[in-house]
């Protein structure tokens, strides 16, 4: 797993600084808490290949317990070619001596090269010191035609690797007509899908993978 060095972009004498760039917002202080608009975080890794990016319109710094409550935030992924993906939730509790983020409320994860591919959740932890999210909650998949279900799964941003477990695929096919002639389901105890080769692979423990194909009556 790769480590990263992290830029938060607020006050000294508010929360200690890890990087030296200069403040991108306001704050004022009530009941020992910090209030700011325009919150912005980069991480970098050190061979600059990867670097994430966290903004919100509003954020309230905790410094008893070192969290910062995050609303409307957005989360951007680069690396060298651009923005790799995006994550969009209503909320999100960064721990600043963890270094743990948990993102939550309406989760949309968005591969902006193709906007017909998201994955939709309730929430997931990651850990920005490593390249693995970790999605604890049932998420649903949409592709073209499309449409995967899981109960759980990993995403591993350094090989562009999800795992999810307990899948059921369906997809709809349709003829040169744009008429749909038939529907593939696939069960599975687990998939993975390779982004960069946008290919999926499906296997079970003790059984088969089960697959289904209804064809459709069409004039």
């Known amino acids: 797993m790769k480590s990263f060095n992290i830029y938060l972009l607020f006050i000294l004498t ?7 760039q200069k403040p991108k917002f306001s704050s004022t202080q009530l009941h020992n808490k910090s209030y700011i608009n325009d919150f912005e975080l980069l991480q970098e890794n050190p061979n600059k290949e990867t670097s994430v990016k966290i903004t919100s319109p509003k954020a309230i710094i905790d410094p008893t317990i070192n969290d910062i409550e995050i609303y409307e935030s957005s989360i951007k992924i680069l690396n060298e070619n651009g923005i790799d993906f995006q994550v969009k939730s209503g909320n999100a509790t960064l721990n600043n001596l963890t270094n743990n983020i948990r993102v939550f409320n309406n989760v949309n994860i968005s591969f902006l090269k193709d ?37 759980n799964g990993f995403y591993n941003i350094d090989t562009s ?59």
């Not at 390779?194 to 088969?208: A, G, M, P």
């Open 115 to 151: 906007s017909d591919y998201n994955i939709s959740t309730n929430s997931f932890d990651w850990d920005l010191n490593t390249s693995v999210i970790d999605i604890n909650n049932p998420l649903a998949i949409n592709f073209e035609n499309t449409k995967i279900n899981a109960t």
């Open 14 to 20: 508010i929360f200690p600084l890890l990087g030296c």
């Open 161 to 219: 690797l999800l795992k999810i477990d307990n899948t059921r695929f369906n997809r709809k096919i349709n003829n040169s007509e744009d008429v749909e002639e038939y529907q593939v389901e696939i069960k599975s105890d687990f998939a993975k899908w390779f982004k960069n080769d946008n290919k999926l692979v499906f296997t079970s423990n003790e059984k088969q993978v089960e697959t289904t194909i209804k064809f459709l009556l069409t004039k």
